[in-house]
């Protein structure tokens, strides 16, 4: 596997990179636009900060790229939905900078309400001066945190610490995610209102960009404070500008900026303003950090090479990570049956329905959904599916995708059955896990007993007296050997179905004499890739 690096990365996070045979890591810094598009054609994997910008364009010449490695939190500089659809994997390191993030809120917090900077640069300068740069404390202030999730909810325990009351904002958090953090959860308005010190901690997105424009500042407090260590743009700059100039802002500290290096004359006189404190995006520049991101984004494309799920991808459905370990197998049986019942049934399905019997339908099985969909349609077209786009490719091929939970199952604890509908009418395959190894335990109305295995033949016919003994001796006689039968009917001398693994596989020539030995209904060689 080639890696190109864009960006500057830690050297000793990349150690799980460097220590695996199987990758070949290049690292390209400073990069034009033509010449990146020019080698990314090369790679299976990138890795990047926030300097390369990962669009269409890119994409577009990015003919073997299987994933997309952000070594930070924000994936703003990354087309993930063009990359979706193309089945390229984004992951990003969403742990490894927060402390980071958190503690540099803290930092340029305390150096505005302490006149740090300035009383630095004073000093430095020869003057001993004591008055003009009064400070502000912390303790019993309201600080109005919006988004309280990795980095806003360590930055309300830290205000915590200093004795100030925490008021926070955030749609997507439970009342008891506050409560465990002492705070609580009010509206954007009433932040607005009662706040002396309002940070923002979260993505940039559309339901953010100028999350925070004049209308809010006009409601705030005269001298209010405003923090920004997350993403530039949240935060209206012009506004931002105009409330520090008529002082209804009393101070502003920001690692962030809409445009950087910032350019524009609003940008450059924001910089400037001598209530302003600045950084240039300094909030994940941490050593500790920079090395937890680079392993973070190095693990994860180790785990892709092996097989394993990972963690971090952010447009691949996935579980509460407490329940991952748990439902890791099901993924791999739901995506055994999808490949085997792939072979077996008629081309051109219109619907595929999901169904979970049993404790498993207590839980989201989406993931699990998309992973047998992506073993499905990989039979069924020349495009590469994966979890990353298996919907998007069976929406674009007209095939609807149904999923039913029921806790209620007969003879299994957990139970998935995949059924496809198509013109030539129904397929159906269920299976499930005995002691940890995926079973296939139905298929039709006919119970059954196996794990699929490489080479695998299916034949369906009337069942007579010999027939059995008739498939072994052509079998045989073709030099194939049969590694286990697995024999299911619905009567006596009704119809009967055997499912056979061989050794090696059977061509047709084999085939054509089976058919004809035994009348068959149905004959199917299945080649399972894995």
């Known amino acids: 596997m080639k890696v190109l690096i864009t960006d500057e990365i830690s050297r000793e996070g990349l150690q799980p990179l460097l220590?695996?045979?199987?990758?070949?890591?290049?690292?390209?810094?400073?990069?034009?636009i033509e010449e990146?598009?020019?080698?990314?054609?090369?790679?299976?994997?990138?890795?990047?900060?926030?300097?390369?910008?990962?669009?269409?364009?890119?994409?577009?010449?990015?003919?073997?790229?299987?994933i997309v490695a952000r070594a930070g939190v924000g994936i703003d500089n990354v087309d993930v939905e063009y990359a979706s659809n193309k089945g390229i994997i984004v992951v990003n390191a969403p742990f490894g900078n927060v402390n980071s993030a958190a503690e540099h809120t803290m930092a340029i917090l305390l150096s505005l309400c302490r006149n740090v900077t300035v009383a630095n640069a004073s000093l430095k300068s020869g003057d001993?001066?004591?008055?003009?740069?009064?400070?502000?404390?912390?303790?019993?202030?309201?600080?109005?945190?919006?988004?309280?999730?990795?980095?806003?909810?360590?930055?309300?325990?830290?205000?915590?610490?200093?004795?100030?009351e925490v008021i926070a904002c955030d749609p997507y958090v439970s009342e008891k995610r506050a409560t465990d953090l002492g705070v609580r959860l009010v509206h954007l308005d009433d932040i607005v209102r009662f706040a002396d010190i309002i940070t923002v901690h979260t993505p940039l997105n559309e339901e953010t960009h100028n999350l925070i424009d004049a209308e809010h500042f006009k409601g705030m407090?005269?001298?209010?404070?405003?923090?920004?260590?997350?993403?530039?743009?949240?935060?209206n700059e012009g506004a931002m500008l105009a409330a520090l100039e008529s002082g209804k802002v009393g101070g502003a500290a920001f690692d962030v900026w809409s445009e950087e290096p910032p350019r524009t004359e609003t940008l450059k006189k924001l910089i400037a303003h001598p209530r302003m404190v600045v950084t240039p995006h300094l909030g994940a520049n941490t050593f500790e950090a920079q090395k937890n991101v680079a392993v973070d984004v190095s693990r994860e494309i180790v785990n892709y090479l092996d097989g394993r799920s990972l963690e971090n991808a952010v447009n691949i459905p996935k579980f509460d990570p407490d329940l991952m370990e748990h439902m890791?197998?099901?993924?791999?049986?739901?995506?055994?049956?999808?490949?085997?019942?792939?072979?077996?049934?008629?081309?051109?399905?219109?619907?595929?329905?999901?169904?979970?019997?049993?404790?498993?339908a207590r839980y989201d099985c989406a993931p699990i959904t998309v992973c047998g969909l992506a073993a499905l349609l990989n039979c069924h077209t020349e495009q590469e599916v994966n979890m990353v786009n298996a919907r998007l490719v069976a929406r674009n091929m007209g095939i609807a995708v149904e999923e039913v939970r029921t806790t209620e199952s007969e003879s299994f604890s957990n139970l998935i059955t995949l059924t496809l509908e198509s013109a030539e009418g129904r397929r159906s395959i269920a299976g499930t896990l005995f002691e940890g190894i995926p079973k296939?335990?139905?298929?039709?109305?006919?119970?059954?007993?196996?794990?699929?295995?490489?080479?695998?033949?299916?034949?369906?016919?009337?069942?007579k007296p010999g027939l059995i003994g008739r498939i072994g001796t052509i079998l045989g006689e073709a030099g194939i050997n049969i590694g286990f039968m697995n024999l299911?009917?619905?009567?006596?001398?009704?119809?009967?179905?055997?499912?056979?693994?061989?050794?090696?596989?059977?061509?047709?020539?084999?085939?054509?004499?089976?058919?004809?030995?035994?009348?068959?209904?149905?004959?199917?060689?299945?080649?399972?890739?894995?």
Request: proline content about 4%.
């Open 36 to 66: 990146l598009h020019r080698v990314i054609g090369e790679y299976d994997a990138i890795i990047t900060r926030s300097g390369t910008q990962v669009d269409a364009p890119l994409l577009d010449h990015a003919h073997r790229l299987k």
């Open 488 to 530: 299911g009917r619905q009567a006596k001398a009704g119809e009967a179905m055997v499912v056979l693994s061989l050794d090696t596989p059977a061509d047709e020539k084999t085939l054509e004499r089976l058919e004809a030995a035994v009348d068959a209904h149905f004959i199917k060689a299945v080649h399972m890739k894995g």
């Open 440 to 463: 296939v335990v139905k298929m039709r109305d006919f119970l059954t007993d196996f794990t699929p295995e490489e080479h695998m033949l299916v034949i369906t016919y009337a069942d």
């Open 328 to 360: 890791k197998p099901f993924m791999g049986l739901v995506g055994k049956i999808g490949e085997f019942v792939s072979q077996l049934a008629a081309p051109n399905p219109n619907k595929v329905t999901f169904t979970y019997n049993g404790k498993l």
């Open 19 to 32: 220590d695996d045979p199987r990758i070949e890591l290049d690292i390209k810094l400073g990069l034009s």
């Open 221 to 235: 407090k005269d001298g209010v404070i405003i923090i920004n260590c997350a993403r530039g743009g949240i935060i």
């Open 128 to 164: 001993w001066k004591r008055a003009p740069f009064t400070g502000y404390e912390l303790k019993g202030k309201t600080v109005g945190i919006i988004g309280i999730g990795k980095v806003g909810g360590r930055v309300a325990m830290r205000c915590k610490a200093f004795e100030a």
